[in-house]
């Protein structure tokens, strides 16, 4: 998870949304409409994007998942977090 491997425990039934958010406090990653339609919820899963809220987190075993938070480069911050701070 954003470079760091993480071994969570989390009801079978969890999104992968829910427990970035509550287990881990990766806020960054947004509840937004549940319905495949606005994106707040977009990670990355092994490099390719996925929507968290519809991803039952222990399908994610051994992938690399990446959040908005880690996405920046040391200090730097990436264009897609300018973005959401603009």
């Known amino acids: 998870m954003n470079q760091q491997p993480l071994s969570i425990p989390a009801d079978t039934q969890a999104s992968l949304l829910d427990v970035l958010r509550e287990q881990l406090h990766l806020t960054g990653t947004k509840k937004g409409c549940?319905?495949?339609?606005?994106?707040?919820?977009?990670?990355?899963?092994?490099?390719?994007?996925?929507?968290?809220?519809?991803?039952?987190?222990?399908?994610?075993?051994?992938?690399?998942?990446?959040?908005?938070?880690?996405?920046?480069?040391?200090?730097?911050?990436?264009?897609?977090?300018?973005?959401f701070i603009a």
């Open 34 to 83: 549940d319905h495949e339609q606005c994106g707040a919820c977009t990670v990355h899963i092994d490099g390719q994007t996925a929507l968290s809220s519809l991803t039952i987190a222990h399908m994610v075993t051994d992938k690399k998942i990446t959040t908005i938070e880690g996405l920046a480069m040391g200090e730097q911050i990436h264009p897609m977090q300018e973005g």
